[in-house]
């Protein structure tokens, strides 16, 4: 079983930058495309940005333009750099590999960004 740990996020004002880091244990960490999510107070977690193994990467509509995810295969970790950051952007940031059956959610890592 691949154990994730989420870290990097932070208290930001509107405009402002962060990056988190995904670090993921275990050697198939790296087949697999990976993604960041984020869930919101009330609300359902959501997609917010893919990478499948060979650096291609996808984007929610919301993040476009802002965020830009990445990977370091040799050091298994994903990361995940937000720029302009707004206050609909606050939540708890995790991340996974994409398939039908997701490893063990980590901990998180809770953005926000207050006016």
């Known amino acids: 079983q691949v154990q994730l740990v989420e870290s990097g996020g932070g208290s930001v004002q509107p405009g402002g930058s962060l990056r988190l880091s995904c670090a993921a244990s275990g050697s198939s960490a790296n087949v697999y495309v990976m993604a960041w999510y984020r869930q919101a107070p009330g609300k359902q977690r959501e997609l917010v940005a893919g990478?499948?193994?060979?650096?291609?990467?996808n984007y929610a509509d919301s993040v476009k333009g802002r965020f830009t995810i990445s990977r370091d295969n040799a050091k298994k970790t994903v990361y995940l750099q937000m720029n302009s950051l707004k206050p609909e952007d606050t939540a708890v940031y995790y991340c996974n590999r994409v398939t039908s059956k997701p490893w063990d959610w980590g901990q998180g890592t809770q953005v926000t960004v207050f006016s």
């Open positions: 990478i499948t193994s060979g650096g291609s990467t």
